[in-house]
Every structure is written in C-alpha cells, then in structure tokens.
C-alpha cells in the first residue's frame, strides 16, 4: 500500500517544517507549500494530496477561501490554528473543515487526528452537497440547546 499523500500549508517556514517533522516517523508521504495561495486548480486527477494540513495562527477570509477552494476539488482539509474563536471556529467548520485543533499539539495527538480525518472522511458528491450536509449538522447542534 503507497504512503498517503499529505499535503502541510503554513507561511511561517517553522510551522511547516515542525509538523513535518513530527510526521516523519509515519507512513505518509510529506508536501509542503508556503503561503495560502495554493494553485488548487492546477491539481491533476491522481495527484491530489490525501490530506491537507492547513496551519495558521488564526482564521481570516484568505483562509477561509482556501478551505474552499480546496473542498471544490474534494480534499479531506484540518485545520491547525494557534488561536480559533468560537465564531471562526464554526466558520470553518460551515466551510467543510473535517477538523479544527488548537497548537500546539503532541506528535501522537497529531497522528491521532489525522488518523481520524482519514477514517471519517466520506467522498461526496459535490462541494454543494457537503455544504448542505454540514448545514444540517449545525442545525442539528443549535437544535439540541
């Protein structure tokens, strides 16, 4: 079985090179990009990362947008940030983020949730229909307070 393709975008140099660092010792095959002006259209069919870690010290519109764009292409996305407001947070997650985690972080909470995102991550059929899907999930969470 190849490695999974795992694909870290942070622009502070650091980040990027910590968190594959701490990947190192697993089975994943590591990419890494500077900045959040990833070319997601110039993905080719069989190529595209299984995971993406997208690293940040907060969430703000460039972010976002990119967690979109990511999704049209229907990439397994989690988000590491160093600070996530509540209200960003369900952004993000309204986005179609499969998981949100504050830094710092162990190596084995690191593998944990990358783990998870690949075990719960479920093909969809169009970026709409994960928006919708999310959407219901929200509103299943506000309904219950």
């Not at 947070?89 to 997650?93: A, G, T």
């Not at 084995?108 to 995102?117: D, G, P, R």
């Given at each position: 079985m190849k490695p999974r393709k795992i694909l870290i975008i942070d622009y502070q140099e650091d980040w990027r090179r910590r968190i594959a660092e701490m990947l190192q010792t697993s089975d994943y095959?590591?990419?890494t990009f500077a900045?959040?002006?990833?070319?997601?259209?110039?993905?080719?069919?069989?190529?595209?990362p299984d995971l993406v870690l997208l690293s940040c010290s907060h969430i703000t519109s460039a972010e976002l947008i990119l967690v979109e764009r990511l999704l049209t292409?229907?990439?397994?996305?989690?988000?590491l940030s160093t600070s996530i407001p509540w209200g960003e947070?369900?952004?993000?997650?309204l986005a179609g983020a499969e998981d949100v985690t504050d830094k710092p972080y162990t190596q084995?909470?690191?593998?944990?949730?990358?783990?998870?995102?690949f075990q719960s991550a479920q093909p969809v059929d169009s970026y709409e229909s994960r928006q919708r899907e999310v959407m219901n999930s929200w509103?299943?969470?506000q309904d219950a307070f």
């Open positions: 095959e590591i990419e900045g959040y002006d990833y070319p997601v259209d110039q993905i080719q069919p069989g190529q595209e292409k229907n990439l397994t996305v989690v988000v947070m369900r952004r993000v997650f084995k909470h690191l593998v944990n949730i990358i783990e998870t995102a509103k299943n969470v």
